[in-house]
């Protein structure tokens, strides 16, 4: 057997064992048996906005052309729907943490007034279905603990795998791991929360009750982990694609774009996110792979030799390993179409369509891709001037499968019609 091929969930972070798995594979049994397919949820972030010359395509409707930023996705056109105009929030912090929970910052500081994130809320209503809940990585993602795109239920947020290595191991585990050696390390395994049991009774008794709330959760999570991870060991193989080694931006997105596309392949889970910096982008120094010496962040405000020229290759950039991951998905053939068919796939931005130094939600754009089994409108591009951010978010609920959502985040409380064909 190949060295590539390994078995699934070994008992690393939030990896789950034993019912989950078996749920997650009689469902592929089933889907094999009916023609049916899981819906799966992909959500990429990049910051600091985009000019409306480089982005906004050429035409309207079913016969757009492609912008140069956009130009990358040539030939996936009829998978497409791209959307303009919805209003948000301001300010970086402000949009890092809308765009996905539909609540703004209040504060300043990046942190919601609670969640979930889109991404959680697919993940939270889907649980069981698959081994691995969600699946959280980044590209030289941010260190500040308030600069994150995924949150709970109750607003903690979960940060996400920045090596490609990292997120290989995430989905996948020791390879072929000898079914007696994994029932002796799981009973090797103690009870994390049981050692500390009397710190933590001390530490909750001090805290305020909002913390309170917050580490409340947070043990609840790692419980629910533990006894998961207390299952008897279910072997499972999938072909895996090369280990990654490298670790550059080029590298590191490459291999996270495998692992997306291997996790929902394989059935280890359905949602996945991809973030790219924070709300300040990656630093100075890391686009040099791509010729671009200055930060993302002082590009977008006009702080390099060519301005322009540097934020169209970033964005560009961006736009090609967001084709590359498209192409993956696209290229697994799955219940009258593709994995990609059964996949939605969006891209967003915690910033709108403006000129260099703008701070502003007031004309957001989204790419969205796939979909064609839920009835996304594909092959299209339309404007919704005005439309409240969260509203966009709300609509996701109801495309992919959850119509009985009356709102999201703060404000979301109407259906965006544009999403359907």
Known sequence: MSSNRRAFLKGLGATALGIPLVRGLLGQAAHATTGTAPTRFVLLFTGNGQLPSHWLPSGKGTGFGLSPVLQPLAGLEHKLLLLRGFQGGSTHSVGMSETT????SLDGGGVPTGGPSIDQFFANHWAGDTPLHSLELGVMPAADPYDHIVYSESGLPIPPVGSGLGGFERVFAYANEDPAVAEARRAAKGSVLD?????????????????RRLLDEHLTLVRSQEQELLQPYIPVTCEAPPTPTGTGLVDTWNAHNESIAAAFRCGVTRVATMRVGGWGGIESGGYDEIGVAAGHHDVAHG??????????????FHSEQLADLLRKLDAVPEAGGTLLDHTVVVWVNEFGLGAFNHHSRSDLQVVMAGGSAVGMANGTYREVAGVDYAHFLLSLTHLLGFPATATFGDRGTDVVPELWA
């Open 101 to 104: 929970t539909g609540r703004p």
């Open 303 to 316: 702080g390099s030799d060519d301005p322009d020229g540097n934020l169209l290759a970033i964005n560009r």
């Open 195 to 211: 050692v500390f049991a009397r710190d933590l009774t001390d530490l909750q008794g001090k805290l305020d009750p909002s913390t």
